[in-house]
């Protein structure tokens, strides 16, 4: 039932998810993570230019994921967090070196690279970015 | 648009069916629904069938047409319609559409999932996919996992608290109780929610709904073909559909839900009426924060008062309006393509006078809310006599 995902799936988001690499539109400065296609306050109007943003963020909220989906079985409890990040975007990840009862809104945490999941024992292995306290 | 009914429900067991099949489920709904419309079915001129991920659950896809073979209606056109959760609430959409339009006289609006033929793992990464697979997903998000952060940031924001997500759950277990469709029949007690397995913190075992089977079909009609065959029926009043962004971290604000505040907003004007007019109501609670999300989005309480007055006893089954009156997501059961449909059907029963014991009297106005996701899609109906 499981299917294998492809390596180029997960490798044409290695710029964004290694590098925190979004976007911003220089007709309204929005800025975008993970970047998108269009500005969606400009639509055609907006001109978008690649930013690498600097990982650093508070906690918006969080909790910890104690009934795992498929390639994370290993990894209960784990802390998964929204966090702020410093240029206004928010996004999705996990909050790791770190107990669920030590993470509480509002914590600042900076963006780490480590080891996200494993697509079986024999599929790839993914890497992004976590956070972990500032 | 022309005037449009509902003239017929059919509705399978919610729960775990082992025994049964895919398509045998899709048959016995639709088979259900227009023997209650008193049709043979060769007035039935298309199908529309709301079904998630029957090719991650069952290996199958090609609904559209198994669903039309199955009810024996060929060579009538038959189209899967797919919006994660909201799949069923879309169909019926889907279905009002083709036939206010003056294309049809009279369709089915069918929902389906058979959840159960996987392990409880791949049916959470089946479920996920209903979110951002890139963005969420990737990083080990699950549903329950995202309903948990907007339950937590609704504690943070309003107070909201763990006793309140617990009386959600104790109500609609008290509701699912009185029906015999229902995937929970029992009742629960606060101490027991509260001390259920964490699932996703400060979510619990009895605050997730269940993974179910289950199937439902409506016969949707003409006024004018309602008319011709003498058949008794409930308005389609208004049905509005708005979207949002497809990933929770996207959006403005992670304790509401836009897309629900949109269509309500739609379906209200449609209808013609205000929420004070509702008398009863399905909404999405597929966790019990989002019952609660749903009560502010819709206007039933104020933002942020939803736990509380929950938790003072508000909504149950002799209140006005009634929520959840099936059980809801959370006790009825959740077989997530065909939840929208059964939402339809409860409030149907409801205002026919022929929902037995959880008859909510004197019921003239009814809504259902269907949400996609964490709240990408949402579906809102309003139901007249
Ligand atoms: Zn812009």
Redesign the interface.
Known sequence: MTHRKSLSLNWRRIPERYQLLGNECATCGAVFFPPRALCSKCRRKGTLEDKKLGGLGEVFTFTAVRSPPEGFEHQIPYVLAIVKLKEGPFITGMVTDVEPQEVSIGMPVRSVFRRISEDGKHGVINYAFKFVRA | MRKVGIIGCGLTRFGEHWGEGFRELAGEAGLAAIGDAGLTGKEIEAIYGGNMSAG?MV?QEHIGALIADQAGLNPIPATRVEAACASGGLAVREAYISVASGLYDCVIAGGIEKMTD?S???A??TL?GAGDQ?????????F??LY???A??HM?EYGTTEEQLAAVAVKNHEHGSLNEKAHFQNRITMEQALNS???????KLYDCSPISDGAAALVIASEDFIKRHKKEAVWIAASAQASDTL????RKS?TTLAASVEAGRQAFKQAGISVKDVDVAEVHDCFTIAELLALEDLGFAKKGEAGREIAGGRFRLGDSPTINSSGGLKACGHPVGATGVKQVIEVVDQLLCRNGKRQVSGAEVGLTHNVGGSGATCVVHVLRR
């Open positions: 991650r290996g996987i409880t793992e791949q959470a990464t996920m890139e963005w969420e997903m990737f990083f080990g998000a699950t329950a996992a948990a952060m907007i937590r940031r943070h397995p964490k699932i996703s913190d400060p979510l990933a929770l971290h996207s992670f």
